[in-house]
């Protein structure tokens, strides 16, 4: 015995997909898709930001170690630099400049002479457009040693 299928239950009536459940499946999956979009862009970005924090650090914890290298009487005079370009991407300046300590006096009533009881060596390392990250360490030498 043969048995026919009615295809009138599968495919006639009005049970299809309408022109209207398309196009509204077709936003909410465009909105989806351009959410997970920029969470992945954005993702990106951090990243980016991170790694790029990262190199400046380590530029400037570099240039720190060698300013520490270098004798108290040789730092002030050798290591001042300002704008030094590193890999196209990243800027360093490094300052030296003496700090008087009010603990002997200030200025010309220092009880031992000198106004510039210690240094401040301040490394700055920028990126980005305009220079607008920055990375500033900062270290205090005396002629006795770190602070």
Do not use: C
Request: charged content about 20%; hydrophobic content about 40%; aromatic content about 10%.
């Amino acid at each position: 015995m043969i048995k026919f299928i009615n295809i009138e239950k599968y495919f006639g009536g009005e049970s299809g997909t309408t022109l209207v459940e398309l196009m509204v499946a077709v936003v909410i999956s465009a909105i989806i898709m351009i959410g997970g979009l920029q969470f992945f862009y954005g993702g990106k970005l951090f990243l980016n930001h991170g790694k790029d924090r990262r190199i400046a650090l380590a530029i400037a914890e570099q240039r720190m170690e060698t300013v520490l290298r270098y004798p108290y009487n040789q730092v002030a005079d050798s290591l001042s630099e300002a704008g030094m370009v590193i890999g196209g991407k990243w800027t360093k300046t490094t300052t030296v400049s003496g700090v008087d300590d009010d603990t002997d006096g200030l200025g010309i009533g220092d009880s031992d002479g000198n106004i510039n009881d210690y240094l401040e060596i301040a490394v700055t390392v920028d990126w980005g457009e305009s220079s607008s990250k920055s990375i500033l360490i900062k270290n205090y030498i005396s002629e006795y040693g770190r602070q």
